[in-house]
């Protein structure tokens, strides 16, 4: 198994741009989720899923949305990029394990924002 | 604020020496933590996890313990070696959806050798 994917793996963007960051799992876990971190600072959540067509807002879901067709696939778009976005980007996918959570991280997108 | 924080930014201990990496958490409703180990340049690894009905986990090198009534949470790493050099973050689920975790700043672990 890969495990979970994402893409790119840097990507330069200028202010009002957009761009989709992809994220897969071949692992069929039904729940995924997005987390920006920040230097010095822990993972904050973006948007979540809890199977394919449900999609919810974790902490900081300003200037970005989500959406899950299928369980693989969990794409996080920037509608129009800003500075304050830049940030690396975590996608995680979790199964229910022995009655707990236990997330699995994909290796990040670093995304800088002139 | 932040609900999920630890008392040491950064943790530095010697080859062979155990370390205690602590967090504090401060929503009662929380029923589930985790551990994650983060490198450099890496996402978040899984190290440990617990619930909210058990006091203390073990699994190989590491333990974690969680004092309910202090909402305190630490992780224990036996004979530390330079290989746990890494941020350690805790994180806390709040119920309700297994997605939503919260994460705390992270501590830095150095390993001298």
């Known amino acids: 198994n890969a495990g979970v994917t994402q893409t790119p793996k840097f990507q330069v963007l200028k202010t009002g741009q957009s761009m989709t960051l992809q994220c897969a799992q071949d692992?069929?876990?039904?729940?995924m989720s997005w987390y920006r971190q920040d230097p010095g600072m822990g993972l904050r959540l973006i948007h979540y899923?809890?199977?394919?067509?449900?999609?919810d807002q974790g902490e900081v879901p300003n200037g970005y949305n989500v959406s899950r067709s299928t369980t693989e696939d969990f794409p996080l778009r920037l509608l129009s990029a800003a500075p304050s976005q830049t940030s690396v980007y975590f996608c995680?996918?979790?199964?229910?394990?022995?009655?707990?959570?236990?997330?699995?991280f994909g290796p990040g997108t670093r995304l800088t924002v002139t | 604020g932040e609900s999920v924080g630890l008392h040491l930014p950064t943790l530095s201990v010697q080859e062979g020496d155990n370390s205690i990496i602590n967090c504090a958490y401060s929503?009662?409703?929380?029923?589930?933590f985790i551990w994650y180990k983060q490198e450099s340049g890496k996402g978040p690894q899984f190290i440990i996890d617990?619930?909210?009905?058990?006091d203390k986990r073990q699994g190989q090198r590491v333990t974690v313990l969680l004092n309910k009534t202090v909402k305190h949470l630490s992780l224990q790493i036996a004979a530390t070696q330079p290989g746990d050099s890494a941020v350690y973050f805790c994180?806390?689920?709040?119920?309700?959806?297994?997605?939503?975790?919260?994460f705390g700043k992270g501590t830095k672990l150095s390993v001298k050798p």
């Open positions: 994180a806390e689920n709040r119920g309700g959806s297994q997605g939503n975790l919260i």
């Open positions: 995680a996918s979790s199964y229910l394990a022995s009655g707990g959570y236990e997330q699995y």
């Open positions: 692992m069929n876990h039904e729940y």
């Open positions: 899923s809890v199977g394919a067509g449900i999609t």
């Open positions: 929503n009662s409703a929380s029923d589930y």
């Open positions: 617990i619930r909210s009905n058990m």
